[in-house]
């Protein structure tokens, strides 16, 4: 009987799933997150680019632009805060397989979050950010030049 049974709780095979899945959820969380987010800050990016007419009314409007780089400057925030958290969350998730010891790390280590993941999906992303953010304040640089 193992200590699980003996405390009217979970098995270390019940345990060791739930926090298999959870390691799993977080790390397909975070791909996901990333990819998405980069795509739309793509589209953004391109549309705002591309679009005379949206040129036309940030230069016209100033606080237009400056609303919108301040939106992109508070979606970056809370990007970078969710997503330092589903890294908190992978590693302490991970740290529970590894004291559980209900098999070697080596069979669910892959799921969790490395720093070279997290680092690169951050970077990639800040940069869309700030490059959505320059595309929008441009037609106020010109009007002003």
């Known amino acids: 009987m193992n200590q699980g049974d003996r ?19 977080f790390q397909e969380r975070l791909v996901t997150s990333v990819t998405a987010t980069a795509g739309a800050l793509l589209v953004v990016i391109g549309w705002s680019a591309t679009s005379e007419s949206l040129t036309r009314t940030i230069a016209t409007s100033r606080w237009l632009g400056i609303t919108g780089v301040f939106v992109l400057v508070a979606a970056l925030a809370v990007y970078l805060g969710t997503s330092y958290r589903l890294l908190r969350e992978s590693r302490r998730v991970h740290g529970l397989l590894v004291a559980l010891a209900y098999l070697e790390p080596a069979y669910y280590a892959q799921h969790r979050i490395s ?6 999906g951050m970077i990639l992303n800040t940069l869309l950010f700030v490059m959505g953010a320059l595309v929008l304040f441009q037609p106020l640089w010109s009007r002003s030049g």
Do not use: I, N, P, V
């Open 7 to 25: 405390q009217g709780g979970a098995k270390d095979s019940e345990r060791f799933h739930l926090l298999y899945d959870s390691l799993e959820h």
């Open 115 to 120: 720093g070279w993941l997290f680092a690169c």
